[in-house]
């Protein structure tokens, strides 16, 4: 496996960033605390493995056979991973909705969760593109992928715990100007600097 602790620093930036996961995790938190936010958690981290078999399993016998195929898609990657850089750079700080103070079931919560990351174009995408780039096709793939899948899926927990733990301090820097506007273009500038990386590297 190639270039694993290159993955798993574009894996924790890509988990780090603002977007429709955190923002669940936080409200849920804000609603009834650390425990309240675990099922949702679950459900992101859950969702991470279904994303990750429908939309690489069979990509990465493709790019095993064709050369052709595998440039294409390290171009995408490191497109998409630019695009994303950009996109943040660009983004206002994240909106948190208000909260009621009532915490919701774990299980709609884990419901939540799974259906967010099943949905979550930038998941789908980076498993598409971007984990493909970090396999090395003259050994097992399915060991490789299921590590990579795993490493990214702890990651999510990991994080959004962290996320929820400090979420009262968290979500008030978020939402201020200053602090949504020093994280997202710090995000978006990794983002772009790993995005030419991969479209730069070789097989």
Request: net charge positive; aromatic share 12%.
């Amino acid at each position: 496996m190639e270039s694993y602790l290159l993955f798993l620093v574009i894996a924790l930036v890509t988990v780090l960033s603002p977007g429709p996961g955190v923002i669940l995790t936080l409200t849920n938190t804000l609603r009834g605390g650390v425990i309240a936010a675990i099922g949702g958690i679950l459900g992101i981290s859950i969702g991470t493995f279904v994303v990750a078999a429908v939309s690489a399993s069979s990509i990465g016998l493709i790019l095993n056979t064709s050369l052709l195929a595998f440039t294409l898609m390290k171009y995408a990657g490191g497109a998409y991973l630019v695009y994303l850089g950009v996109k943040l750079w660009k983004s206002p700080s994240v909106v948190i909705h208000s909260v009621d103070g009532r915490g919701k079931r774990k299980r709609v919560q884990f419901l939540e969760g799974l259906t967010l990351q099943i949905t979550n174009p930038k998941a789908i995408f980076f498993f598409m593109s971007v984990l493909p780039q970090f396999i090395d096709y003259s050994s097992s793939y399915g060991g490789q992928f299921a590590i990579l899948v795993t490493t990214y899926s702890i990651l999510v927990i990991i994080i959004h715990l962290l996320y929820a733990s400090l979420a009262k301090v968290a979500c008030q820097w978020f939402i201020s100007q200053k602090g949504g506007r020093v994280l997202n273009q710090f995000g978006g500038a990794i983002f772009i600097c790993f995005g030419i990386g991969l479209a730069s590297a070789n097989r």
